[in-house]
């Protein structure tokens, strides 16, 4: 296939600008089919890529990406060649599909949509005549996945569920190991309602043949996960059981951990992120890839995961972005996240005040995450935004204000600036109020949020 002089990446007219175009058009990432039969029919037309290559497949509310950049960066420690699939993107779609650890190349992502192409239409045009919607925009992120991992080849894919697992457009895939993050409320429209039936569409990824390595879970998650990894006959290990977080220290850039994995114990692995909740995420990292290469009685090589753990970023969370003030931005999406968020930020921190900008989805528990805000963050905070990103989703900064009053938070301490580029200029100026020279700014909320913020401080 030649390339043409198009726009980067560009071939036989395709670019990654019209192929985003074209996947923007489908149905979007909030309205996912709960169904498998089309992403099964996508597989079987495209010769299984599907089973082309080990998977260790993630899914949980919290930590699903970080967990993943971490299992990557271990695999890769070892030479293999790995495939990563992660959602959403911060700037540009290809993130989602990264090969050793940078995101696909433009050429490949082009190269790739344009062979499969003619095939998905074959799906589109067969759901079309059976009255069902065509393929959504996950739905063929996820298949042009697994094609570009099966054409590179990959030596294993680590593959982040997108919403939920059972009917989740990636378990067309079955994992060698089933990761579990912990599992809080968050899309209840469509998950359920309580903790036992989101766990049940998480169970979805335990497959035959594989291995469950779970994150600390409430008692009634971890007994459904419990129960299906037993009735499909795997092994199963549990953080807090069989493996866990063993000492933690405040390091330059992050922390310094010792981790009691399944087969051994490793001291010394310096992690660049903060906050305890990612030394958790570790730990579960630490015993998938156990489970992966050794079948969970074999120690891994220290030294090579001292030096995986050592390469792991996680852009858009507790990212700092820029200095004087310092400028924290973070994806926290549900109460869950946002407690752990602030948490980290008081310990990793020194800051003597902390001004907030918030913005969150319409979707979202926007009450119970400026609750953990207030509670968790208390007298440090000199001030809060409420602000708005530009996704169709996104809650009004002026509707948000309702929350924030109900999450207990004073009218007369509540700055509304709808564009997110003011959101910053007055947090800043707050933060440097009387010269203050040690005042921060945390930019929390949704991922659109935090990306818009990132491109907005030149990240």
């Not at 700037?91 to 499969?116: A, C, Y």
């Not at 220290?302 to 969370?317: A, I």
């Not at 440090?380 to 009004?396: E, F, H, K, M, N």
Request: aromatic share 6%.
């Amino acid at each position: 296939m030649s390339m043409s002089d198009g726009p980067s990446g560009a071939i036989d007219g395709f670019s990654v600008e019209s192929v985003y175009a074209e996947l923007l058009s489908r149905a979007p990432e909030n309205k996912m089919e709960p169904r498998m039969a089309p992403l099964f029919r996508a597989m079987e037309v495209l010769g299984e890529p599907n089973k082309a290559f080990p998977i260790i497949h993630i899914t949980g509310t919290n930590g699903k990406t970080s967990t993943a950049r971490m299992i990557e960066a271990g695999l890769r420690a070892y030479g293999l060649r790995t495939g990563r699939y992660t959602s959403p993107h911060l700037s540009k779609v290809t993130e989602r599909i990264s090969i050793d650890g940078e995101p696909v190349s433009d050429e490949t992502f082009v190269r790739i949509w344009d062979e499969i192409h003619p095939y998905l239409d074959i799906v589109d045009a067969e759901l079309e005549a059976a009255g069902e919607p065509r393929l959504t925009y996950f739905e063929c992120v996820t298949i042009l996945a697994f094609a570009v991992f099966a054409d590179e080849p990959v030596d294993v894919a680590v593959i982040e569920v997108g919403l939920g697992g059972i009917t989740d457009a990636t378990n067309v895939g079955d994992g060698s190991v089933a990761v579990v993050t912990p599992i809080s409320l968050d899309h209840t429209e469509l998950l359920g309602d309580d903790v036992a039936d989101i766990a049940v569409e998480k169970a979805g990824i335990i497959k035959e043949g594989g291995f469950l390595i779970s994150a600390a879970q409430p008692m009634e998650a971890a007994q459904v996960l419990l129960e299906k990894a037993r009735e499909v006959g795997i092994p199963y290990r549990f953080e807090g059981v069989e493996f866990g977080v063993e000492s933690r220290v405040m390091a330059v850039g992050g922390q310094m951990l010792t981790i009691a994995g399944l087969a051994g114990r490793y001291e010394e692995l310096l992690l660049p992120l903060h906050g305890k909740h990612q030394a958790e995420n570790a730990a579960v990292a630490v015993a998938a890839l156990e489970a992966f290469i050794g079948g969970g009685t074999k120690e891994l090589d220290v030294e090579l995961l001292r030096t995986g753990f050592s390469t792991v970023s996680s852009p858009g969370r507790l990212e700092v972005v820029r200095t004087a003030p310092t400028i924290v931005v973070d994806a926290a999406h549900n109460p869950a996240g946002a407690k752990a968020s602030a948490e980290a930020v008081l310990e990793a921190f020194s800051f003597t005040s902390l001004v907030l900008v918030v913005g969150i989805l319409a979707e979202k528990d926007s009450v119970g995450i400026l609750t953990e805000l207030r509670e968790t963050l208390g007298d440090q905070i000199a001030g809060v935004c409420l602000t708005q990103s530009s996704s169709p989703r996104a809650l009004s900064a002026e509707d948000l204000v309702q929350d924030a009053v109900d999450a207990g938070f004073a009218d007369e301490d509540l700055q509304v600036e709808p564009g997110l580029d003011n959101a910053i200029e007055w947090a800043v100026a707050k933060a440097e109020e009387n010269n203050d020279l040690a005042g921060g700014v945390l930019i929390i909320g949704s991922i659109t949020l935090v990306a818009e913020a990132r491109t907005l401080l030149g990240k």
